[in-house]
DNA sequence: TATTTGTGAAACCGAATAGTTGCACATATA
DNA sequence: TATATGTGCAACTATTCGGTTTCACAAATA
């Protein structure tokens, strides 16, 4: 069972639950609401996500309050930083075209 | 079939041939040389690629060289963009916390 | 022209995925 | 104590996924 962040956020749901409880903690019915999913299949959502360490939980007597685990979203972020160079180099190569068209233009 | 930035860079595989080639265009056969795998694998992880817009495809003679979209990896990076104030203001939340340690000390 | 090379697409397969329904169990509350 | 509530887990199902094998076809080359 493969079970990282990249797999964890591909689900367009699973993106939408780590959204909602960016701010703010929530329990597992009141996630539910918010989808047209049954309260089970949020409750699987949030295994997945708890298993990849993206959320984590808080028991509060009965009700098990969800939160996101926003260091492991630097995980992507961290992935992404690759390409960052790369895409300020294309900007800086997409300047200097423009600068060449307006120095032509002279 | 979905088939969003999201949903294609969960592959792991097609997470590696997104940076292989990042810096430079390559041919399926080329990008499979890479890999255990067989090249009609590589091939189907083009498609999906090329379906969500992450690489293009140039025509080379009877060669097909696949490049990276740059800008399309930019959604992710917007996506992330709304957690990145909640992270900063973690972040601040901690320099306050140890800031009220420091001031209790005194 | 005949053959090799580079490629995509279709058919098939086993495993994983996302959902459902039904159940168990602990904690509140009457 | 009996009941209601909040939750996780297991079993089942349809669909998707990632891979392989086989084939078709166009471009390069002998």
């Not at 309260?39 to 708890?50: D, E, G, N, P, Y």
Request: net charge positive.
């Amino acid at each position: 069972m493969r079970r990282d962040v990249f797999q964890a956020i591909a689900d367009p749901t699973r993106r939408a639950i780590i959204v909602l409880i960016a701010l703010q903690a929530m329990t597992p019915n009141a996630i539910a609401e918010h989808f047209d999913t049954s309260r089970q299949a949020v409750s699987k959502h949030l295994r997945i996500l708890t298993e990849c360490e993206l959320v984590s939980q808080k028991q509060e007597g009965r009700e098990i309050y969800y939160q996101l685990q926003i260091n492991k979203m630097k995980e992507i972020d961290k992935w992404l930083n690759q390409f960052r160079k790369i895409w300020e180099t294309r900007f800086n190569q997409l300047d200097e075209v423009l600068s060449t068209i307006k120095n032509r233009k002279k």
